[in-house]
């Protein structure tokens, strides 16, 4: 295998074994496109969750978390690894690497269900983090960034142990890759694409594709749903839809109360702290169906157009 020294992000090196075609872009130096919007939000969130995702680390694990953003950069026999490290945190007489996390209600659901496997990348970037640092424990604290806004937000502790085969296997892979780089030789595309094989979420999309059809890219993806999930999705289901009614009623009510306070003072608006409110007026046409339907047929079907959509209808409580 290739002995030549590089550079690779921790971040990074966790997507190598899910897509070494992406690994082999990045090595060779490829120009990624621009971000899309997905990505850049999801980096916007990280940041904007860090800091509150840290305070809970160090309330739930009644420790006291130090040089956080470390930068880091070693070598990993002959492999330069570079990283900002979240936090180390000091906690029962001992120190770990603490990596915070804000994902979707699904990625959340799928760590509560399958544990770190469901993101092999923060296997690999942790275990990297590590290494570098010589500690054996980490954390990994996650967030359920959708967490609805009527409770606290929903947060998992995943404790790991260093691995030293996870970091030996991310070596040979990066090395393998190397190998192709240097053969000009580009990995295989994945078959079947894996979640991160989508212009939502790879840099390198559009050059893996190029010249590629779209009948001949991957499908959109779509959930499914396991059959013995049904059952708990359609509870959940009926519970949600009754939570949003709840909050609905509740904003109805408080909305009322803030009207009635700004008549009663002859305000137009009301300020606490950044969040204002005020009085707007806004202009609503109605169209009048029952004189539509009055008109000539010939007159009417120029003015109604019927469309026909899908919804699902919930009950509880059937027999």
């Known amino acids: 295998m290739s002995d030549r020294n590089v550079t690779v992000r921790a971040s990074q090196a966790g997507?190598?074994?899910i897509c070494p075609r992406f690994g082999y872009y990045v090595l060779a130096g490829f120009e990624p496109g621009p971000p899309s919007e997905l990505t850049e939000r999801a980096f916007v969130d990280g940041n904007i969750h860090e800091p509150s995702v840290l305070a809970y680390a160090e309330k739930a694990l009644n420790g006291v978390i130090r040089e956080r953003q470390k930068e880091?950069?070693?070598?990993?026999d002959g492999i330069t690894i570079t990283g900002h490290v979240d936090g180390i945190i000091e906690a029962d007489e001992c120190e770990a690497v603490v990596e915070a996390k804000a994902l979707s209600a699904r990625g959340f659901?799928?760590?509560?269900?399958?544990?770190?496997k469901s993101f092999p990348q923060y296997l690999v970037q942790v275990n990297l983090y590590m290494h570098g640092l010589g500690i054996k424990k980490a954390f990994l604290v996650v967030r359920n960034k959708e967490t609805p806004r009527y409770r606290h937000y929903?947060?998992?502790?995943?404790?790991?142990?260093?691995?030293?085969?996870?970091?030996?296997?991310?070596v040979r892979i990066i090395r393998e890759v190397l190998d192709m780089v240097e053969k000009q030789?580009?990995?295989?595309?994945?078959?079947?694409?894996?979640w991160k094989?989508?212009?939502?979420?790879?840099?390198?999309?559009?050059l893996c594709y190029e010249g590629?059809?779209?009948?001949?890219?991957?499908?959109?993806?779509?959930?499914?749903?396991?059959?013995?999930?049904?059952?708990e999705i359609i509870v959940r289901l009926a519970e949600a839809r009754e939570e949003r009614a709840e909050l609905e009623r509740e904003i109805e009510h408080l909305e009322g109360l803030v009207r009635s306070y700004l008549e009663h003072e002859k305000k137009d608006r009301a300020r606490v702290g950044d969040i204002e409110v005020s009085r707007i007026l806004r202009t609503r046409e109605t169209v009048d169906y029952a004189?539509?339907?009055?008109?000539?047929?010939?007159?009417?079907?120029?003015?109604?157009r019927v469309t026909t959509y899908e919804m699902l209808k919930v009950r509880k409580g059937v027999k």
């Open 15 to 17: 997507a190598f074994s």
């Open 72 to 76: 880091l950069s070693f070598n990993l």
């Open 109 to 116: 659901a799928s760590i509560l269900d399958e544990g770190i």
């Open 154 to 170: 929903d947060h998992c502790i995943i404790e790991l142990d260093y691995d030293a085969d996870v970091v030996a296997e991310t």
């Open 185 to 194: 030789e580009p990995p295989e595309r994945l078959t079947p694409p894996s």
């Open 197 to 206: 094989c989508s212009p939502s979420w790879c840099e390198y999309y559009e």
């Open 212 to 231: 590629v059809g779209e009948a001949d890219r991957p499908p959109a993806k779509r959930v499914v749903v396991p059959p013995e999930d049904v059952a």
């Open 291 to 304: 004189r539509i339907k009055a008109l000539p047929e010939e007159i009417k079907q120029g003015l109604m």
